[in-house]
């Protein structure tokens, strides 16, 4: 099992300010043994086996294997200075660690350390879309349960119409985000296509930015359906809720994410091409997809001040491309839900802001878990 070091107190997410340093053995280059000199402030699960860890080699920042023990079977210097007391994410160990003439083979070309981790890190932001609409699933299966046997006022809570439109769009939400998500698995699964390569480079930084954006929120939501219950400790919402941020900020927080997708487009910008051809194939299956789709499209003639611009852009492309899955892949119902709430603007902001004529009690039904 392979942990990571990337991160540093005084640069966090600009890993250029590194200040650890790597120190050849013998001769430098890839695949040579350097030993590590410096502190990590995150050092994510610390119970590894080994480490990839950026450090400062004599040809500029570079990717590093460190292993926990050495070849001669004696314990690498490195040391945990303390696990993080975190407000959620506990079981996911976090760790500051310093390094002491940690042994380390560089991994990849020297200098081009971010280029070298960057693939694994691809990965692991997509754990955090998986972690993120997983959890919503969860919240989800928790609201549902409990309003489909809390009665108050005379009836279930699940057959209120309020309830329903709540919990139609918590519904619809997180089948948008896992359907979003089970698209980019595919495109990481096949990066031989070159299609789904440029997919994936594009849409995993907006996916990520997104889903673990909305988690948070979409928690609260489901907790307040329970009410009460839902802030007790021995209730799984209040660790639901405490686990939703922790997906938005690991990996790069969400200004990271834009900076990233405007990185793609500036670099390889077939990577929009790729895009819009992948949302556009529900052209025509919706008047308002097709409406927004045309007016996200207009948005990049000029992309300038993307950099300024960039969170109301990307929001919209991962709109964009769930309504598109949803409209090819979902219900009807669902599909219709997704366009009439979030590409018609209603003047509403949050959850339970579905439109008249939402099949709500279908939704509903979809989204909640059979016992039995």
């Not at 590894?48 to 050495?70: E, I, T």
């Not at 390094?99 to 990849?108: F, S």
């Not at 849409?203 to 929120?217: D, H, L, Q």
């Amino acid at each position: 099992i392979i942990g990571m070091g990337m991160t540093e107190k005084q640069g966090g997410s600009d890993v250029r300010a590194n200040t650890t340093r790597a120190f050849p053995v013998a001769g430098g280059g890839p695949g040579q043994a350097h030993e590590l000199v410096g502190h990590k402030w995150f050092v994510s699960a610390p119970m590894c086996d080994a480490f990839l860890v950026l450090a400062q080699a004599p040809g500029g920042l570079s990717c590093f294997l460190m292993p926990r023990w050495r070849p001669d079977g004696t314990k690498n210097p490195w040391q945990i200075q303390r696990l993080k007391n975190k407000m959620g994410n506990v079981a996911n160990a976090s760790s500051e660690a310093e390094l002491r003439g940690a042994l380390a083979w560089m991994v990849g070309e020297e200098g081009r350390g971010v280029r070298t981790i960057i693939e694994m890190v691809a990965m692991t932001r997509f754990d955090c879309m998986i972690g993120s609409a997983a959890g919503m699933r969860q919240a989800v299966a928790q609201a549902t349960h409990h309003c489909r046997h809390r009665s108050a006022f005379g009836a279930t809570l699940i057959d209120q119409p309020l309830m329903q439109n709540v919990l139609a769009d918590l519904a619809i939400e997180n089948e948008a985000a896992m359907t979003y998500t089970m698209r980019i698995a595919r495109a990481l699964d096949h990066q031989d296509n070159e299609h789904e390569r440029l997919l994936a480079r594009l849409a995993t930084p907006v996916g990520k930015y997104w889903i673990c954006k909305r988690t948070p929120n979409h928690a609260y939501e489901a907790m307040e359906c329970i009410g009460g219950s839902g802030v007790m400790e021995d209730c799984i919402m209040p660790r639901l809720f405490r686990e939703s941020p922790v997906n938005a900020i690991w990996e790069g927080s969400g200004n990271v994410q834009c900076l990233d997708a405007l990185r793609a487009l500036q670099k390889e910008p077939d990577t929009l091409e790729a895009f819009f051809l992948e949302a556009g194939a529900a052209k025509g299956t919706d008047r308002r997809f097709d409406a927004f789709l045309a007016r996200l499209k207009g948005d990049f003639t000029d992309i300038s001040d993307f950099q300024y611009r960039a969170r109301n852009l990307v929001d919209r492309m991962a709109i964009a491309l769930q309504a598109s899955l949803l409209l090819r892949h979902s219900t009807p119902a669902v599909a219709d839900a997704f366009c009439a709430s979030r590409l018609e603007h209603n003047g509403g902001m949050n959850y339970g802001n579905l439109p008249s004529g939402t099949d709500a009690a279908a939704i509903i039904k979809r989204a909640t878990p059979v016992v039995g």
